[in-house]
Antibody
Framework: EVQLVQSGAEVKKPGESLKISCKGS????????IGWVRQMPGKGLEWVGT????????RYSPSFQGQVTISADKSISTAYLQWSSLKASDTALYYC????????????WGQGTLVTVSS | DIQLTQSPSFLSASVGDRVTITCRAS??????LAWYQQNPGKAPKLLIY???TLQSGVPSRFSGSGSGTEFTLTISSLQPEDFATYFC?????????FGGGTKVEIK
């Protein structure tokens, strides 16, 4: 059974750094792209970026390029989304999701990680 | 970027009703469209891909159609578990984009 298990909720102050994780199991982690999707409170879905854990090839949405870093550690089947300096506007629920085999859509989703940035 | 506009953004319906949601793309995306269902407090769930192909395990009361710039998601007979928010997503080009969502509530 394919599973994506994300790290727990975080409460941070503006300017702090953060790295959240997404551990895949039940499939060959290195052969499927993993994406991150943001959902701000009460809002819709926004694609942040996607990584191929096999070679760490990464693509970012222009809206998030330079604002976050996506990485992966294939030795522990885990993808990451990180910020070096959080803003209040980063407050949102962040989902990781496994991409389809040949299509850029998301077949399996993690449970989401709530990130709250507040002074 | 390709913009996706869903309509309506909110609809009220009863169990057993036939419901149709529309997703319009700002430019042609062939059939590179997916639909997701999101229940409150849950992650989205893939329902349909390539505009009209039902994901494995999704009930047959869900169907999708369209190509180019106009797409529809239809629920033939609304069930209690279908009251949720629905999103479309295009995957023809980067950046991937989603529609704004359609919330289906109980009348």
């Amino acid at each position: 059974e394919v599973q994506l298990v994300q790290s727990g909720a975080e409460v941070k102050k503006p300017g702090e750094s953060l790295k959240i994780s997404c551990k895949g199991s039940g499939y060959t982690f290195t052969t499927y792209w993993i994406g991150w999707v943001r959902q701000m409170p009460g809002k819709g879905l926004e694609w942040v970026g996607t990584i191929y854990p096999g070679d760490s090839d990464t693509r970012y949405s222009p809206s998030f390029q330079g604002q976050v870093t996506i990485s992966a550690d294939k030795s522990i089947s885990t993808a990451y989304l990180q910020w070096s300096s959080l803003k209040a506007s980063d407050t949102a629920l962040y989902y990781c999701a496994r991409r389809g085999t040949t299509m850029e859509l998301f077949e399996y989703w993690g449970q989401g990680t709530l990130v709250t940035v507040s002074s | 970027d390709i913009q996706l506009t869903q309509s309506p953004s909110f609809l009220s319906a009863s169990v057993g009703d036939r419901v149709t949601i529309t997703c319009r793309a700002s430019q042609g995306i062939r059939n590179y469209l997916a639909w997701y269902q999101q229940n409150p407090g849950k992650a989205p769930k893939l329902l349909i891909y390539a505009a009209s192909t039902l994901q494995s395990g999704v009930p047959s009361r869900f169907s999708g159609s369209g190509s180019g710039t106009e797409f529809t998601l239809t629920i033939s007979s609304l069930q209690p578990e279908d009251f949720a928010t629905y999103f479309c997503q295009q995957f023809t080009s980067i950046p991937l984009t989603f529609g704004g969502g359609t919330k289906v509530e109980i009348k």
